[in-house]
């Protein structure tokens, strides 16, 4: 099975016609684990949901394996959607579902399968992520690493292609953030044509798994290419970027709360 690049091609999106990127050239790579990477609110997510295919591009097309996704039939597309995987930020369970019965959604909704073998599946992918004796339990029963570990189970039960994470430390302590890495690291390896993408700004998670970067930033993307070359950028804002530096940015903290504002305060707190 051939793996698959994810193309860009003078990409605008956004919601209805207001862009919140445009002109996104860039190849995520087959087979290769790619970053996106930027700040709050550049457009990481975004960009994520129309690689789903959850949302139309405002213009410019999107290639999977070769192929313009939004070009496709119905049929066709819905094949490719397939076979992607997807861990969302938060593990996206559902609370009236135990972990068993949440990671095998996949299979249960959409093929015939005796509940022995959903079992089987059930638990062959929760012992990938170190889950299996958790089988039982409900999400509010586990810490929210151990929701996104779950979460994880549940993208990869069908073998996709493709694997999408947004945020997949967001939240974590460093320890288990970094296990994080390791595990999508390790899935990597197990399922070697699997194309990864995942979103961050993590800058410890993307030196640890990124092969490829995709930085994104005012509406656009500032730098596309492998992490060793994103790290030899002279470009300033990069530099900054993955230094972790404040900037320059004037704040101006002498603001003074209305005279009729603080009186009210001060009467309720002597209350």
């Known amino acids: 099975m051939d ?33 996106i990477l930027g700040g709050s609110g550049c457009g990481k997510s975004t960009l994520l949901r129309h690689i789903i295919g959850l949302a139309r591009p405002i213009s410019g097309q999107i290639r999977i394996g070769g192929r313009d996704l939004f070009r496709l039939g119905h049929r066709d597309f819905r094949r490719i959607r397939r076979r ?24 249960s909704e959409h093929v015939r399968l005796p509940r022995r073998l959903l079992r089987e599946a059930a638990l062959r992918v929760l012992r990938m992520v170190g889950l299996d004796s958790f089988a039982d339990y409900y999400p509010n029963q586990l810490s929210g690493g151990m929701r996104k570990r779950a979460g994880l189970a549940r993208a990869i039960i069908a073998e996709p292609r493709i694997l999408l ?51 994104l930033r005012d509406g656009g993307a500032v730098f596309a290419g492998t992490l060793a070359e994103l790290e030899a950028s002279g470009d300033a804002y990069l530099r900054q970027f993955l230094r972790r530096e404040a900037g320059a940015e004037e704040l101006d903290l002498r603001q003074p709360p209305d005279p009729e504002v603080r009186a009210a305060l001060e009467k309720w707190l002597r209350s």
């Open 3 to 35: 793996a698959w690049d994810i193309e860009f091609h003078d990409l605008a999106v956004g919601y209805g016609t207001t862009a919140v990127l445009s002109g996104i050239t860039a190849t995520l790579p087959a087979g290769k684990v790619s970053v």
């Open 84 to 107: 992607m995987g997807v861990l969302f930020q938060d593990g996206a369970l559902l609370g009236a579902l135990t972990l068993a019965q949440n990671v095998t959604l996949p299979l």
């Open 165 to 215: 994470c947004d945020e997949p430390t967001s939240g974590l302590d460093p320890i288990t953030a970094a296990r994080m890495d390791d595990l999508l690291l390790s899935l990597h390896a197990e399922y070697a044509d699997m194309t990864l993408v995942v979103v961050s700004h993590d800058l410890a998670s993307l030196r640890r798994i990124a092969d490829y970067v995709l930085v």
